[in-house]
């Protein structure tokens, strides 16, 4: 099964080698016909501590690293 990938912007960098990524997604309510936005956080591994709060990043999943960590940042978005 390929991996999933999601784009979502860092909320916390706090944790080494840990990035917190909030990621949004959008639909459409079925009775009452309008755009409801829902997001969940994520917690991904960043090996090199590259990446910073408010950055645009995807999300890959992988394995689990540790309790929390079952993704991995792939890169940032539009770099």
Not at 21 to 35: A, G, I, N, S
């Amino acid at each position: 099964m390929p991996r999933r990938v999601m784009t979502g912007t860092i909320v916390s960098d706090k944790g080494d080698k840990t990035v917190v990524v909030q990621v949004e997604r959008t639909y459409l309510h079925p009775l009452l016909k309008k755009t409801v936005r829902r997001s969940a956080k994520f917690h991904a591994h960043d090996e090199a501590n590259a990446y910073k709060a408010g950055e645009k990043v995807n999300i890959q999943e992988c394995p689990p690293k540790s309790k929390l960590k079952r993704w991995e940042v792939v890169g940032r978005v539009g770099a």
